[in-house]
């Protein structure tokens, strides 16, 4: 029995969706035609690739391994492609692109919309979450990270912009319980926490002398909440201290909403990574959009024009 491309893209997308439902909405085919193809690809190979249950799908141990080998061979196929075709010729294709949510509405959204504009035979499609997505699992060409990058073997990452972050409160907050003046006053203090990162990760302070510790100085947590733009509401409303990226808050300074809170001091920055997975760097469509979001933040970034933090 024969199987072709068709069935192997749609084993790929429901790996990757974790369900034939979700499969389903990424490929606009019905689920029934997805189902068909995937039980022809499973006949034709004479083995079992997923497990299903009323939860999802999951991939086999042999299901795994189809779908590490499959990804690689398409994205070779892709690079094949590109390699037959002239430098000049227009940019076509898929692109899969994960961003943060404040972010990515903020900032990010508007520069890809200009990069679709530019090349009208590419596609996008754009995924706005703060979760950590497993770029390669999930087949996504390139996600965007802001964080202190570890070293991942399957990925490559290039610095788009570094992301600085400061102290801020509203300045009904300042009236009311005064501003700490240094690190050691901070415990004394009501903090609003982020969940996604453990408070003394958070709260970390770079030294004043190269080579010396980092600070670390946590006020009191009354609120912890999942999202940045949460915390920089709760941090307007005077609910406490708030350790935030200037994308965030760049506007709320210049409006006088926040205040920057302990000047001198400077909380551990993060770095705007985009991150790919190591089989698809070749692509061309993938190297001229990922330049082009470096060029857009290129020098000082949009949200700290025009902005004194110090």
Same mark, same amino acid.
């Given at each position: 029995?024969?199987? !072709?491309?068709?069935?192997?893209?749609?084993?790929?997308?429901?790996?990757?969706? !974790?369900?034939?439902?979700?499969?389903?909405?990424?490929?606009?085919?019905?689920?029934?035609?997805?189902? @068909?193809?995937?039980? +022809?690809?499973?006949?034709?190979?004479?083995?079992?690739?997923?497990? /299903?249950?009323? $939860?999802?799908?999951?991939?086999?141990?042999?299901?795994?391994?189809?779908?590490?080998?499959?990804?690689?061979?398409?994205? @070779?196929?892709?690079?094949?492609?590109?390699?037959?075709?002239?430098?000049?010729?227009?940019? %076509?294709?898929?692109? #899969?692109? %994960?961003?943060?949510?404040?972010?990515?509405?903020?900032?990010?959204?508007?520069?890809?919309?200009?990069?679709? /504009?530019?090349?009208? $035979?590419?596609?996008?499609?754009?995924?706005?979450?703060?979760?950590?997505?497993?770029? *390669?699992?999930?087949?996504?060409?390139?996600?965007?990270?802001?964080?202190?990058?570890?070293?991942?073997?399957?990925?490559?990452? #290039?610095?788009?912009?570094?992301?600085?972050?400061?102290?801020?409160?509203?300045?009904?907050?300042? =009236?009311? #319980?005064?501003?700490?003046?240094?690190?050691?006053?901070?415990?004394?203090?009501? !903090?609003?926490?982020?969940? #996604?990162?453990?408070?003394?990760?958070?709260?970390?302070?770079?030294? *004043?002398? /190269?080579?010396?510790?980092?600070?670390?100085?946590?006020?009191? !947590? $009354?609120?912890?909440?999942? =999202?940045?733009?949460?915390? /920089?509401?709760?941090?307007?409303?005077?609910?406490?201290?708030?350790?935030?990226?200037?994308?965030?808050? *760049?506007?709320?300074?210049?409006?006088?909403?926040?205040? +920057?809170?302990?000047?001198?001091?400077?909380?551990?920055?993060?770095?705007?990574?985009?991150?790919?997975? @190591?089989?698809?760097?070749?692509?061309?469509?993938?190297?001229?959009?990922?330049? +082009?979001?470096? =060029?857009?933040?290129?020098?000082?970034?949009?949200?700290?024009?025009?902005?004194?933090?110090?």
């Amino acid at each position: 029995m024969k199987y !072709g491309l068709d069935e192997i893209k749609t084993f790929l997308a429901v790996v990757e969706s !974790g369900s034939i439902s979700g499969a389903s909405t990424r490929l606009a085919i019905a689920k029934s035609v997805i189902s @068909q193809r995937v039980t +022809h690809l499973e006949a034709a190979l004479g083995v079992e690739l997923l497990h /299903r249950s009323s $939860r999802g799908v999951t991939p086999t141990d042999r299901g795994r391994v189809f779908h590490e080998q499959a990804c690689a061979a398409i994205a @070779q196929l892709e690079q094949a492609a590109e390699a037959v075709t002239d430098a000049e010729e227009a940019l %076509s294709g898929l692109l #899969r692109i %994960s961003v943060p949510m404040t972010f990515g509405t903020h900032y990010l959204s508007p520069v890809l919309c200009e990069f679709m /504009r530019a090349h009208p $035979r590419l596609e996008l499609a754009l995924h706005l979450s703060d979760r950590m997505v497993d770029v *390669a699992a999930e087949g996504y060409d390139l996600a965007i990270r802001i964080t202190r990058i570890k070293e991942d073997s399957l990925l490559v990452a #290039r610095k788009l912009a570094d992301s600085r972050r400061v102290v801020c409160c509203s300045p009904n907050y300042a =009236n009311e #319980r005064g501003l700490p003046k240094t690190l050691a006053e901070l415990p004394q203090h009501v !903090g609003i926490g982020y969940a #996604r990162l453990a408070a003394n990760h958070l709260w970390q302070f770079a030294p *004043a002398r /190269r080579r010396a510790r980092l600070h670390l100085a946590t006020p009191k !947590g $009354r609120i912890l909440t999942n =999202n940045g733009e949460a915390m /920089r509401d709760a941090a307007v409303a005077g609910l406490g201290l708030a350790v935030l990226p200037l994308f965030i808050v *760049a506007e709320d300074l210049r409006a006088g909403r926040l205040i +920057h809170v302990l000047p001198r001091e400077t909380p551990v920055p993060d770095a705007i990574y985009a991150v790919y997975p @190591q089989r698809r760097h070749k692509l061309r469509r993938l190297s001229i959009v990922v330049e +082009h979001l470096r =060029n857009a933040l290129a020098g000082v970034p949009p949200w700290e024009r025009d902005l004194s933090t110090r």
